[in-house]
């Protein structure tokens, strides 16, 4: 609507301008042509006034079909004749009957606006006029008064007073019709466009003002219409998904059960095979009973992963922060290092601040995923440094490409190198480890430089 009210400011500046530059160029000052009537008409009085110079009372029986003044060198009026406004019986009206109350006529009783009539006032003022000689000597001059400028002059002046009013009108309807665009078309279009902008950020829960005068009520209405139909899909879609989350956590915790029950089943069965002779027959039961085992170890940890992916879509991944001592990340990897090639620095004295169960899942997650894509010896070191206890895992394997380092803690992601290997995997490990650091106010950093994968976990002193 800027531009409109812009436009709007233009056309009165121009038609403003147009009003000036008429008047301007149709001013009085231009040359306008005489008519020949009037041109004979000036002339014949000269020559009877030059006749009859000392009794111009005789014009007064003659009509010359226009008013004149007669005036003297000393710009006095001598005789004055009126038609069709004060005339008296014959027409004309004589000197002596256009003089003031004492009966002389002046430039005041016969003059213009300005009050001075002379020759060059009615040069000024577009009256035609002519010389009164005599002897061949100028003795005075005869003017006009129905100059054609007189009529011009009241033409132009109507011309102009029309073009202001014609403008006004103009002007007028231009802004009223410019209003009810702007209420009616613009501002409908406005808030519709700004209520597509919000559907499309997804705020559905605010409605849409509807005024069934304008001309677009109808579309306003189905516009909101469908605004409360994405609503509900939306709200059935998100229900729907929390469902799906529930019963993934749901099933992912009943799986845990039975697998922990074949974990302790094959445990004990491999206990009770071991003690006889050492037979073949039971070098092979341990074989396969070991074989069951590690399947049901890996099920397990897939579960787990997935049970906690699930939990931190539900928002229900929590975690309790307690000030512990460092030597905790000691126990913590002699207990998820069941292959026991985990080497260890001394632990620096500190008090860092994490939920045990929690960084026990990370660090198992880091070593887990090192057996499974590296399986070397795997070097721990320690530091503290700017408020953090530095906690370093790295192992000698093939390591991860450059381009990669920063997705492999995303969700589901494997390296390409992997995606058609042998070894298992769900991608979610270092994704659950990197969260679980954060959740904890710690980081998580991946390095690989050649010669295997670091995992830097950054924990906060207390």
Not at 145 to 172: P, Q, S, W
Not at 417 to 422: F, I, L, N, V
Request: aromatic content about 8%; proline content about 2%.
């Amino acid at each position: 609507m800027n531009k409109y009210h812009r436009l709007i400011i233009f056309l009165c500046a121009v038609l403003l301008m147009g009003i000036l530059a008429f008047a301007v160029f149709t001013g009085r000052n231009r040359e306008v042509g005489a008519d020949a009537g009037q041109v004979l008409a000036v002339n014949a009085i000269a020559r009877d006034a030059s006749a009859h110079w000392d009794s111009l009372e005789v014009l007064s029986g003659k009509d010359y079909g226009a008013d004149y003044v007669i005036l003297n060198l000393s710009d006095e009026v001598l005789y004055a004749s009126v038609r069709e406004k004060t005339s008296g019986d014959n027409g004309t009206l004589s000197g002596e009957n256009a003089s003031g109350e004492n009966g002389t006529l002046t430039a005041k009783n016969v003059s213009g606006k300005n009050g001075k009539l002379t020759v060059e006032a009615a040069m000024k003022q577009g009256n035609l006029y002519a010389y009164v000689i005599r002897d061949g000597r100028i003795v005075g001059s005869v003017i006009l008064r129905d100059g054609i400028y007189e009529a011009y002059g009241k033409m132009r002046t109507r011309l102009i007073l029309g073009l202001g009013i014609f403008c006004v009108v103009f002007l007028g309807v231009v802004m009223v019709y410019g209003s009810y665009v702007q209420r009616k078309i613009i501002l409908p279009f406005q808030n519709m466009k700004s209520f597509a902008g919000k559907v499309a950020e997804g705020h559905l829960d605010e409605p849409l003002l509807m005024d069934r005068e304008n001309l677009f009520g109808a579309f306003s209405e189905s516009f909101d219409i469908m605004r409360e139909q994405l609503k509900e899909s939306r709200d059935r879609e998100v229900e729907l998904q929390k469902k799906e989350r529930e019963l993934v956590a749901s099933l992912s915790h009943d799986l845990k059960t039975p697998i922990t029950g074949v974990k302790l089943t094959t445990e004990l069965l491999k206990a009770k095979v071991s003690t006889p002779d050492g037979t073949q027959d039971a070098s092979y039961l341990l074989e396969k009973l070991d074989t069951i085992y590690k399947k049901a170890d890996q099920m397990d940890a897939l579960v787990s992963d997935l049970f906690s992916s699930t939990l931190d879509d539900l928002g229900e991944f929590t975690v309790n922060l307690r000030d512990e001592e460092a030597a905790v990340l000691g126990d913590l990897v002699k207990k998820y290092d069941d292959k026991g090639l985990a080497v260890m620095e001394p632990i620096p004295e500190a008090l860092i601040r994490i939920d045990v169960r929690r960084m026990g899942q990370v660090i198992g997650n880091i070593l887990i995923n090192s057996y499974k894509y590296a399986n070397t010896r795997i070097d721990v070191h320690f530091a503290v440094a700017k408020k953090v206890l530095q906690m370093k895992i790295a192992d000698h394997g093939p390591g991860v490409p450059a381009e990669e380092l920063d997705l492999i803690t995303n969700k589901f992601y494997r390296g390409r190198q992997w995606k058609d290997g042998k070894e298992s995997g769900s991608g979610l490990g270092l994704y659950i480890a990197k969260t679980l650091m954060e959740k904890m106010q710690g980081e998580l950093i991946a390095e690989s430089d050649g010669d295997g994968l670091c995992i830097t976990l950054l924990m906060p002193l207390s």
